[in-house]
């Protein structure tokens, strides 16, 4: 729902400081372990009992949401479309839209290489350094929270220069930067992998963090522009431009965020499950596979801005063509795409310089 030339700092703001809580967690539970353990539980029993306090206050918020949440900002989704307000797409459309656009394959690879392994740093960060440098275990705790900790300001940051990289050099800004960002965080991991100094290796980690935090602020800079199909609200929503619900790109989106969780499942599966790698060792070869998930966005091209090599179409493509695309001409006559052709002319900015001498907008653009 954020606007597109602030899209990436919204959505930096937001995942970021929900990741807050990764950094918290390694300081947090440490402690909640230790007090239950001197209030009588033994070690074992006082581990379990901390995730139960964990899961509590996980329920607490699910049932917040669920009862003092509001689908839209008018009202629920299924009040809508019992009043006819709203249009329900068919699953099938959705779905097909959204598998069929590489872009969206793309994204979620390259996503598992930056969220995926700030993830897989949370899990494993804490015990790298309380085993290779035998620092106690409350110090590994706070050295842990710092990694995720750095999202108060970097993820959100990721965003921020996504978005003023595209105001100056529209998509490919985008896309370059986050090319760049991402490389680099691969090669910060590899040299924490090698590093044997605890003063080096908090530094390097901490700047590995900034990198790995702000490529996820920055794919999700491009994420919103990759489909636009909406299960679209009809009478008074079609001048309203909030009251839409994602179809598409939600299902976009999902599969980028997903990418990130399975990223992060299938590096500590074969990085650091068991005794076939050193820890040290695994976060190198962690920082060479970020490395070479990052190069297909090589492969990332938007026929109306271009991609990291190549500019636009010669064929004179538009925002309206592009989007308009996921509509069938069926559907563009009973006006389901409406919501798509005013974001079309909002991401106009994604031409960079260009916009400024950009034509008036072609026929069929919302007025």
């Not at 939600?250 to 500590?268: D, K």
């Amino acid at each position: 729902m954020f606007s597109a030339p602030v899209v990436g700092t919204a959505n930096g703001l937001s995942g970021g400081w929900g990741n807050l809580g990764g950094g918290a967690t390694q300081i947090l539970m440490p402690y909640v372990c230790t007090i239950i353990h001197q209030i009588g539980a033994t070690k074992f029993t006082a581990l379990r009992i901390a995730f139960f306090i964990s899961a509590l206050f996980q329920t607490l918020s699910a049932y917040s949401v669920f009862f003092l949440g509001q689908d839209l900002p008018d009202s629920n989704f299924s009040r809508l479309e019992k009043s006819g307000d709203k249009h329900k797409d068919k699953f099938s459309k959705v779905l097909y839209q959204a598998i069929t656009n590489y872009r969206g394959w793309i994204l979620a690879l390259t996503y598992g290489y930056c969220f995926g392994v700030e993830l897989t740093v949370d899990n494993i960060i804490a015990q790298y350094f309380y085993d290779r440098f035998q620092v106690n275990l409350h110090t590994a705790g706070i050295i842990a929270a710092s990694f995720g900790s750095a999202n108060i300001f970097s993820r959100p940051l990721g965003g921020y220069i996504s978005d003023v990289m595209a105001s100056r050099f529209g998509m490919r800004g985008r896309l370059w930067t986050l090319f760049v960002f991402q490389i680099l965080g691969g090669l910060f991991c590899v040299l924490l992998g090698r590093l044997g100094s605890l003063s080096a290796s908090i530094t390097v980690m901490l700047v590995f963090s900034v990198f790995v935090q702000a490529s996820c602020g920055l794919t999700y800079g491009v994420v919103p522009f990759v489909s636009r199909r909406y299960d679209y609200a009809l009478g008074k929503a079609l001048s309203d431009p909030l009251l839409v619900r994602f179809a598409s790109l939600g299902v976009i989106s999902e599969l980028i965020g997903g990418g990130g969780s399975a990223g992060a499942v299938l590096t500590q599966v074969i990085f650091f499950r068991g005794s076939k790698f050193k820890t040290e060792t695994g976060i190198t070869l962690m920082g060479i596979m970020i490395i070479c998930c990052t190069l297909p966005i090589l492969l990332l091209y938007f026929p109306q801005w271009g991609g990291l090599f190549w500019g636009p179409s010669s064929k004179g493509i538009t925002e309206e063509n592009y989007y308009m695309t996921e509509w069938t001409e069926e559907e563009q006559e009973k006006g389901y795409h409406r919501a798509s052709l005013k974001f079309a002319e909002n991401s106009k900015g994604e031409r960079g310089k260009r916009v400024s001498s950009a034509s008036a907008p072609s026929k069929g653009t919302a007025e």
